[in-house]
């Protein structure tokens, strides 16, 4: 479509992370303060963006890993229904899970970029549109749009910072027209347990093809076929990935399979039910993306729970092939960025796009920027409508 691909972003390797700390190339650093990470897995693609980089970055959604960088890195994210986009290139971490979506500054943007990377694609056997989604190109009209705001979701450890930024979107939700009440989204509390048994599971499976013959590293110190596998994985293989890869060979192996894998797969059909039940009544959840702002680096990396916990909001979504989309709506004491997200039932990216839009035309927090970085804002793709209140508390246009 005539863009400039100007390279690939650093990432957790193999997309398993939730920090960008486990990368072969290194740790990337949350443009908003350099102690701090930038999120993950898509941590690179977020920070190219928050630091005036590029317009907008794509990155790849199995857990939450476009919208929680674009939580801490104040930018707009998509994740888009499962199957919308081709994921033919995409390394395979969970087939049932990954969906690739972009990151830009606001929602317009990402409309664009989506336009252009969604549709069918006959090399992806998960591809189901038929066609290319096409935006109205504007905020949407939110009189009379049902928002359901699930109360137990800020039963969860949440900062009382993220807490209240996102009950004051709620609050200007409302004063657009929207009807927003809260509501009980059960089984919510299974869905991070759930998760990592069926990415994990996924995971063992996908990468077994990393073997040291026909894929990745390839160690030169084995003496014979079974030493060149354990030498290869061993020495290749960072400290995350062989984690996630023994819980999924654990989960999956004969006498745990009914235990654990059947049962998160069992639950994963309740969660989907959940919300199928939840769409009865709203148009759309409003919950938020993380429970903390980015949080500095190192300081979850000995404590693999704690890390995975940061997903319990977003890992919803992929169970349930959902779209959600991820937006700035404030910042904390230390003006770290806040983000929120929308989640609609499926093939309902349009509809979450213009809320999103609807919101960011009459606030700015998305048109913060890092102080240490470039300020302009002629970085988009799209055309530009906004407002001005509330006002945000970064560096500003």
């Known amino acids: 479509a005539g863009a400039v691909i100007i390279g690939k972003t650093n990432l957790d390797e193999f997309a398993m992370g939730s920090s960008t700390e486990t990368s072969y190339y290194g740790i990337t650093k949350n443009p908003w303060d350099a102690e701090r990470v930038p999120g993950g897995s898509s941590g690179g693609s977020a920070a190219a963006v928050a630091a005036g980089l590029a317009p907008y970055a794509i990155g ?22 499962y199957g919308s986009v081709s994921r033919y290139g995409l390394m395979a971490f969970a087939s049932s899970l990954d969906q690739i979506g972009p990151m830009a500054r606001d929602a317009m943007d990402c409309a664009a970029a989506l336009e252009l990377i969604s549709g069918p694609d006959g090399r992806d056997s998960t591809s189901l549109m038929k066609k290319p989604f096409r935006f109205a190109g504007e905020a949407a009209d939110i009189k009379g749009l049902r928002i359901g705001v699930p109360e137990n979701y800020f039963e969860m450890g949440i900062a009382d910072e993220v ?5 004051r979107a709620a609050k200007v939700m409302e004063s657009l027209g929207a009807e927003v009440s809260e509501f009980e989204l059960p089984m919510i509390e299974y869905a991070a347990p759930a998760y990592y048994v069926i990415a994990c599971a996924e995971a063992s499976s996908n990468l077994s093809r990393y073997d040291g013959v026909k894929y990745g590293y390839r160690s030169k ?5 079974t030493e060149m596998f354990y030498k290869s994985r061993s020495e290749g293989l960072g400290t995350e990935v062989k984690r996630r890869v023994m819980i999924g060979s654990f989960v999956l192996s004969s006498g745990y399979f009914d235990a654990y894998y059947k049962k998160a797969l069992q639950v994963r059909g309740l969660i989907k039910k959940s919300f199928d039940e939840a769409f009865q009544r709203y148009d759309m ?14 300081r979850k990396t000995s404590d693999p729970v704690a890390m995975y916990m940061s997903d319990i909001y977003t890992v919803s979504v992929n169970l349930a092939g959902l779209p959600g989309v991820a937006l700035p709506c404030g910042f ?22 213009g809320a999103a839009a609807a919101y960011q035309k009459v606030t700015d927090y998305h048109r913060q920027r890092p102080s240490a ?22 560096g500003g246009d």
């Open 60 to 81: 790849s959604d199995t857990g939450g890993s476009i919208r929680q960088p674009c939580a801490f890195c104040n930018l707009t994210g998509v994740k888009p229904t």
């Open 163 to 167: 807490k209240t930024a996102v009950l």
């Open 221 to 225: 110190d084995a003496a014979d076929m």
């Open 285 to 298: 959840v409003l919950s938020p993306v993380s429970p903390t702002v980015a949080y500095h680096i190192g």
């Open 332 to 353: 904390d004491g230390d003006n770290m960025p806040i983000g929120m997200q929308f989640i609609g039932r499926a093939f309902s990216d349009d509809a979450l796009i």
């Open 373 to 394: 970085f470039e300020k302009d804002s002629s970085l988009h793709v799209a055309a530009r409508t906004g407002g001005s209140v509330p006002r945000g508390k970064g």
